[in-house]
């Protein structure tokens, strides 16, 4: 088997496969990892795949359990999420950097099996056979270094999953379609030093101005971010520090910063993840804001879903392309399900962040007191770290 992609899902999937014996490859463009990343948020389902790898625990020592969220406006508080029902296992959201994450996964992925993870190659053509892949790739060139001779290599394999990202090299080169919607959404986020008290809370201030959220991170240090209206924000952690304590009342240090990104927001979903012998899943299979965090365990899901399928086929290969085979239709089918569900719960966190008039702006401070003084609180619970069944 052939990953392309040496990301979170990529990772994940190749270890799951060398964990039951399976040759594969993962192809993954970087030549080395990077430390500025938007995603820290390992949600319950998330961690029960960890489990399937037997770095649960690892990861648990590294991270910060978030077992409940706030939500504030206007100096007052609305009222609390608490994830204490969402599993007697994982009671919580687990806040990790992903490059900590990706390392654990790196390693793992290496005991497993050696040189599996190749580094620095860049996939440029795929040509399908129908019963086996040809992944073409060349060599990155090394960051500051002089433009050389470009080494060339062909992979084939039973099958070719593309877990390369949101622009996805695999999925424009298999023909697949996505459906594509764009938001005027805005948003500023980065890394500072922890002064507010919260400790292991979530806290989501809704504000006339624009939302503002505030996670915590290993090493007394916070995530901020904040939406910025329609228009394209500077990286700048002197901006945030101001939208922040404008909005908040919360004083950031920008000299304690430790990253800073300006970002905008789309919805993009495959319009199907299976053609010939490839499959799409992660980012290259669908996107949606992260806001909320649920890309990385959605892509893991669907790596675990897709695994068994794969071993199945190493037992027993029919030589044919995947949608003439009935259980990679369900998987199709079950996934494509999932993402869309995810999507639509992105879309509302984005929605009631967004910038609202004064009296808007208190008519959903009371809504929002109001369900999280209700039994809804409960099923808003499971939406949000994605215990949805």
Known sequence: MVVVGGGPVGLFLGTLLAQQGVDVVVL????GS????RAIGLHPPGLVALQRLGLDEEILAQ????ERGVGRSRGRQLGELAFDRVRPDFPFVLSL???RTEAVLVRRLEELAPGALRRGWDVHDVQDAGGRVDVVAARSPAPDSTPGPAGRAVWRARVLVAADGARSVVRARSGIGTDLKPYPDTFLMGDFADTTGDGSTAAIYLEPGGVVESFPLPGRMRRWVAHTGSVPAASRAEDLA???GERTGEVLDPGSHTMTSAFTVRRQLARRLITGRQVLIGDAAHEFSPIGGQGITLGWLDALALAPLLEDL????????LPAIPS???FQRARLRSARRAARVAELNMAMGRPVSVVAGRARGIAVRGALRTPLRHPLA????????
């Open 34 to 37: 990077s430390a500025h990343s």
């Open 382 to 389: 499971r939406a949000f770290t994605m215990t949805w069944g």
């Open 63 to 66: 991270g910060v359990p978030v």
């Open 314 to 321: 190493v037992a027993d290969d029919p030589g044919c392309p």
């Open 28 to 31: 993954e463009r970087r030549t």
């Open 97 to 99: 950097p992903q490059h």
């Open 242 to 244: 101001s939208i922040v």
């Open 328 to 330: 990679f239709q369900d």
